[in-house]
Structures are given as C-alpha cells and as structure tokens.
C-alpha cells in the first residue's frame, strides 16, 4: 500500500506557472504507474498526465500536450508535475494516484489517491 501528499498548488495569474509534488510514502515507490488527474467544479475528474515505472514513457491529456511536463525522481519517492503557460480552464483540484497495472490514463486503473491541491488561474 501507498500513502500520497501533493503539495505546490495556488493562485497564479494566466500564463503563469507551478510545479506541484507528490511525495509517497513506502519502499516501492518504483513499482508504481503514476498520474495527476483533476476535477474541476462541477465536472467530472479527467487524466492529465501519467509516467510510467523508471520514467521511461509519459501520457498527456491532448489539452495540456507542450504545457505540462511530468517526471518522477525514485529516489526521493516522489513525482512532479511542472505546469507552464496555466489557462483559466486548468483551474481544478489536482490529484496524484498510483497504479500497479499498466501506463493508463483511465482512473479505474489507479488504486492510490492523494487528497488533492487546489489550483486557480485567473484571468
């Protein structure tokens, strides 16, 4: 089993940017599939990235392609997600999540959630 934080999230203007991080908890941090998902108001929660196990092979939300950059260091158990050139459509609860299966962007492939950070762009 593993435990997520996500941490970096905020208020940041358009264009801006952030990083945000989740740090997990457990020795086996390198057998995991890891995504950022989010959930803006009212709708419902939509892949935005994935990285699979050594860092190898990323998966993006068509939207966020050339904007987002996710990486993982296994070594410090943690994965990124570097946000550049934010929109006001990218304002969201982002999630972290660990998977044992397969590089997915499907929610139901991943057992392990964070709580979320809160991300807001204005306008």
């Known amino acids: 089993q593993v435990q997520l934080v996500e941490s970096g999230g905020g208020l940041v203007q358009a264009g801006g940017s952030l990083r945000l991080s989740c740090a997990a908890s457990g020795r086996t941090f390198s057998t995991y599939v890891m995504g950022w998902f989010r959930q803006a108001p009212g709708k419902e929660r939509e892949f935005a990235a994935a990285?699979?196990?050594?860092?190898?092979?990323?998966y993006y939300l068509d939207s966020v392609k050339g904007r987002f950059t996710i990486s993982r260091d296994n070594a410090k158990n943690t994965v990124y997600l570097q946000m550049n050139n934010l929109k006001p459509e990218d304002t969201a609860v982002y999630y972290c999540a660990a998977s044992r299966q397969y590089l997915s962007g499907s929610n139901i492939r991943y057992e392990y959630w964070g709580q979320g950070t809160q991300v807001t762009v204005s306008s």
């Open positions: 990285i699979n196990r050594n860092g190898g092979s990323v």
